[in-house]
């Protein structure tokens, strides 16, 4: 069970990469940069409702690159 305080903070990160994927695609490590666990945070703003895709991934370099439609 997650506490208040992990709550918020998850609350926090959803936002802060929904505001970035709205401002136009960004990659995984950018993302990386707000949360640590960016792709749980995609996940449930996925299950919010958002529409957010993959628009290019790079297996070499393992860079992928988030947008949302």
């Known amino acids: 069970m997650l ?3 992990e709550l918020d ?5 959803r936002d802060l990469i929904l505001d970035a994927l709205t401002l136009g695609p960004k990659s995984n490590l ?3 940069e707000i ?3 960016y792709s749980a ?3 449930e703003l996925r299950k919010a409702g ?3 895709v993959i628009t ?4 070499k370099t393992g860079v992928t690159v988030y ?3």
């Open 56 to 59: 290019s991934h790079d297996r």
């Open 41 to 43: 945070r995609i996940h």
């Open 3 to 5: 506490t208040l305080e």
């Open 9 to 13: 903070r998850t609350s926090t990160q």
């Open 35 to 37: 949360a640590f666990r």
């Open 67 to 69: 947008e949302l439609k």
């Open 50 to 52: 958002h529409n957010i």
């Open 30 to 32: 950018y993302l990386n």
